[in-house]
């Protein structure tokens, strides 16, 4: 007989949710969480931190423009130190009402580290040093991820930070080099720019935010050089050098090689799933560049053993770990209480990616290129904020919405907004998506002007 009906590895936000939602579907439930804190990569190192700091550097942002405002407010000042309190403070809330969550829960709470002995067994290393093996019909691999360090010669004799570090910053350098621009380099190197210090952004590919519409790029793009940030796309990282103090990044860009210095390398070239302590090859859990294989039900290569989260993809986004966990949690019981009904599958048409950069970024659904590629017909237009009156009256008329529909029913397939507000208007397209809309019944639900 087992111990368990259901073991999380990882007591992150997926791993919270799946064992939240095993226990209400009658399972014997455990968590095993080996980080020296507990909460998670989103409450400890990732949304919320990071959006703590935006919002003072969007705050700041706000008083030096008063003047445009016909309001007056002089000798504007920030205390790095004070911001980075108010973060540690707030998140230590958060962190504080997580650990509680998970050990008051309905589940047994395990502190320390786990591997696979065979697809039923664990081995734990507890954190006060024992060891001990527990069995389970069924289990739950949500580890998460770390930052990734790539083989760039020089890199690691010249020193780098990562976003761990730029969250405890209590005094920014002069100036730093961002390698990267995916969500977590552009969001904090528009923070680290608020707050005055020299940034500039070196981008693989041919616009910053891969993988977004070159569009909305754009928009950001330009963003970042009005405030004075300077961005490198279309690169190869060619080595990084020394230069007493400072560190110097070697780049080649149209053929030719340049050179850029700065106090700070700021490494932000994407994460790396937790796997390498679990052991997955004892209990048969196969893997592909790293990630854990999933299918849309969330099992693994072995029916009982599911994922969730940044330790197998597709997409690193707090959300789609929790909605994963849950499903993987009521699939498991499905699996291991042997009923009839078929198991649920993970849906991403309504995958939801926002930028907290200045302006922000958000999208939903299909893109112009994706529909492309999958071959679906669609209509695609958009209207610019320098051109509608709420955002006229705020100063803020950068950007634009837009929407994607299928070309032959009108149903909206996905949307973008980048802008003013972006992170909250999008879930307007969200809605009509959820509920199958056409652009044409959007059209008709009244809007309060000049909203």
Do not use: W
């Amino acid at each position: 007989m087992s111990d368990y009906d259901f073991v999380v590895l990882g007591g992150g936000s997926a791993g919270y949710a799946a064992a939240r939602t095993a226990i209400e579907c009658g399972l014997k439930t455990a968590v095993i969480e080996g980080g020296k804190d507990v909460g998670g990569l989103c409450i400890l190192r990732g949304c919320m931190p990071s959006k703590t700091l935006i919002e003072s550097a969007n705050r700041y942002t706000t008083l030096r423009r008063a003047t445009e405002f016909g309001l007056s407010a002089k000798e504007i000042e920030f205390d790095t130190k004070a911001i980075i309190a108010r973060k540690r403070k707030l998140i230590a809330e958060f962190a504080d009402y997580r650990r509680e969550q998970l050990e008051t829960g309905k589940f047994t709470f395990i502190r320390g580290n786990a591997s696979f002995i065979d697809s039923n067994t664990l081995r734990i290393h507890t954190l006060n040093g024992d060891e001990s093996t527990i069995t389970t019909k069924s289990a739950l691999i949500a580890t998460g991820s770390s930052v990734s360090t790539p083989e760039i010669p020089g890199l690691k004799d010249a020193g780098f930070i990562t976003s761990d570090d730029v969250l405890e910053m209590e005094q920014l350098p002069k100036s730093v080099i961002v390698l990267g621009s995916g969500p977590v380099g552009l969001e904090l190197a528009h923070y680290l720019n608020t707050f005055d210090v020299e940034v500039t952004i070196l981008q693989r590919g041919a616009h910053i935010l891969s993988g977004t519409d070159p569009e909305i790029a754009e928009v950001v793009e330009t963003a970042f050089r009005e405030h004075g940030a300077k961005v490198h796309t279309g690169t190869r990282l060619v080595r990084v050098e020394k230069e007493g103090s400072l560190k110097r990044v070697v780049f080649e860009k149209e053929g030719k090689e340049h050179t850029v210095t700065a106090e700070e390398i700021f490494l932000a070239l994407g994460r790396t799933p937790n796997v390498a302590r679990l052991d997955l090859s004892a209990a048969g859990v196969k893997t592909e560049h790293g990630h854990v294989t999933t299918s849309e039900t969330q099992q693994t290569s072995v029916p009982t053993i599911f994922a969730a989260g940044d330790v197998c993809g597709p997409y690193e986004i707090v959300h789609i770990a929790i909605q994963q966990g849950e499903i993987a949690a009521r699939n498991a019981a499905r699996v291991i209480q042997k009923k009839s009904e078929p198991l649920e599958k993970s849906d991403y048409r309504l995958k939801l990616y926002v930028v907290f950069t200045d302006p922000e970024v958000a999208v939903v659904g299909l893109s112009e290129a994706e529909c492309v590629k999958k071959e679906i017909p669609f209509v695609a237009a958009k209207h610019p904020f320098h051109d509608h009156g709420k955002s006229m009256v705020m100063g803020e008329i950068a950007g634009f919405v837009k929407l994607i529909a299928h070309k032959k029913t009108g149903e909206i397939l996905g949307g973008g907004v980048v802008g003013p507000h972006a992170s909250d208007l999008i879930h307007e397209v969200v809605v009509a998506m959820g509920l199958h809309a056409t652009v044409s019944q959007l059209a008709l639900i009244p809007h309060y002007h000049p909203l």
